[in-house]
């Protein structure tokens, strides 16, 4: 007699492999079909709001263990908000200006010195598109709940000029200015 044989196991339908690698597409699938987030939002609409700011990721390369704690930690918060009370939309974003990714693409053999900056942010504004749709699909994987198909992204038109209209009302008030 083999000794698992001498175990008394209860009897279930649930497979005793999850199989995660191969059922995880499905999963991630079906979470898309039932489109929780928009259903969570439409269900809340009414209540007090409450907005969590997140500072956003270059787009610059795939996430690693910080990007995944920071993103689990504040899904914790905007969920239980929600679900005490409040009415907690979460739109992500991402900085795509800046050096982390001119060193991205510096560090991928790309020669700044051999074209225009013109061509040189061409390369940049490709590359960090890129990397928004690649660090979406990694977060949506870690289950994070949010509006991404409406993110903020740092190089649309819009956010730019957003940000020249609250610079030049600074420099109205005096906020803005140069010394020594």
């Known amino acids: 007699m083999e000794y698992k044989d001498t175990l008394l196991m209860p009897k279930t339908e649930f497979p005793m492999r999850g199989n995660l690698p191969q059922r995880e597409p499905d999963i991630q699938a079906q979470?898309?079909?039932?489109?929780?987030?928009?259903?969570?939002?439409?269900?809340?609409?009414?209540?007090?709001?409450?907005?969590?700011?997140?500072?956003?990721?270059?787009?610059?390369?795939?996430?690693?263990?910080?990007?995944?704690?920071?993103?689990?930690?504040?899904?914790?918060?905007?969920?239980?908000?929600?679900?005490?009370?409040f009415h907690?939309?979460?739109?992500?974003?991402?900085?795509?200006?800046?050096l982390p990714i001119e060193q991205a693409l510096t560090n991928k053999g790309v020669k700044r010195k051999e074209m225009t900056v013109a061509e040189f942010r061409q390369?940049?504004?490709?590359?960090?598109?890129?990397?928004?749709?690649?660090?979406?699909?990694?977060?949506?994987?870690?289950?994070?709940?949010?509006?991404?198909?409406?993110p903020y992204i740092t190089l649309k038109p819009k956010y730019e000029a957003q940000q020249i209209k609250v610079f030049g009302e600074m420099a109205k008030k005096g906020y803005i200015y140069k010394r020594l």
């Open 31 to 85: 979470w898309e079909e039932m489109d929780i987030y928009q259903k969570v939002q439409n269900r809340t609409n009414e209540r007090p709001i409450f907005v969590l700011h997140d500072g956003p990721p270059y787009a610059n390369g795939d996430i690693h263990m910080g990007h995944a704690l920071n993103k689990i930690l504040k899904d914790f918060i905007v969920r239980y908000k929600s679900m005490s009370g």
């Open 88 to 98: 907690a939309p979460y739109v992500p974003g991402w900085d795509t200006h800046g």
């Open 123 to 150: 390369l940049c504004t490709k590359y960090a598109l890129e990397q928004i749709d690649n660090q979406r699909t990694q977060f949506k994987r870690l289950g994070v709940r949010g509006d991404w198909e409406n």
